[in-house]
């Protein structure tokens, strides 16, 4: 099976400068619940790969980020939607770990998890650091979408010379333009199993 990993602030819910600290701060991005529903429609796998270090810096809890998870996968799913599997990194940009995106530790270890072929694999993000960790991780496309830091992205991307896949409008948009090719493919990517 095919697998979208997906960002969350910025691609499913409104990014906050000052972290999403409650369930009642988590906003859904218009569309982004149609958009999921429609990937588990067609039997897509999805995994979220978030970094997290509101919880590294003792802005909120564990427990706190696992109640919004839970608030935003009960919303998931009353739409048709499911998201399979979330990873998120808990440290500070300072802490050096590997699984803070932009390294690729969180998908490697997702693709591990569940045997995943990350070449089958796209990622959709909104920020450089979405971008990167899915080229580090051998990811067949890396997508931008226009709902968070994607024109910071564009920067920091075109100055070390690199650039996402595809640019969408946001997670909608960049699902039909999957969910057209995996129809064309007959459930499989095109060109040798890569999205083209």
Not at 47 to 76: K, P
Not at 122 to 141: E, F, P, Q, T, W
């Amino acid at each position: 099976m095919d697998t979208i990993f997906l960002d969350r602030d910025g691609v499913i819910n409104r990014d906050r400068p000052d972290y999403v600290k409650s369930r009642a701060e988590f906003h859904f991005i218009p569309g982004s619940r149609k958009a999921l529903a429609l990937l588990a429609e067609h039997g897509l796998r999805t995994i979220l790969i978030t970094n997290q270090s509101a919880v590294g810096r003792g802005i909120i809890s564990e427990a706190t980020l696992e109640d919004i998870h839970r608030y935003m996968l009960a919303e998931v799913e009353a739409a048709g939607g499911k998201i399979d599997a979330i990873f998120y990194c808990p440290h500070r940009p300072e802490d050096g770990c590997d699984c803070r995106k932009p390294r690729p530790g969180l998908i490697r270890k997702a693709a591990a998890g569940y045997s995943l072929k990350l070449d089958q694999s796209l990622m959709i993000g909104d920020s450089a650091k979405d971008i990167r960790a899915a080229n580090a991780a051998g990811c067949s496309k890396a997508c931008l979408v226009k709902t968070g830091n994607w024109q910071e992205a564009l920067a920091e991307l075109s100055t070390a010379g690199l650039a996402p896949d595809k640019l969408f409008n946001d997670l909608l948009e960049a699902t039909c333009w999957i969910i057209a090719r995996y129809r064309r493919g007959k459930g499989r990517p095109l060109a040798g199993g890569r999205w083209k």
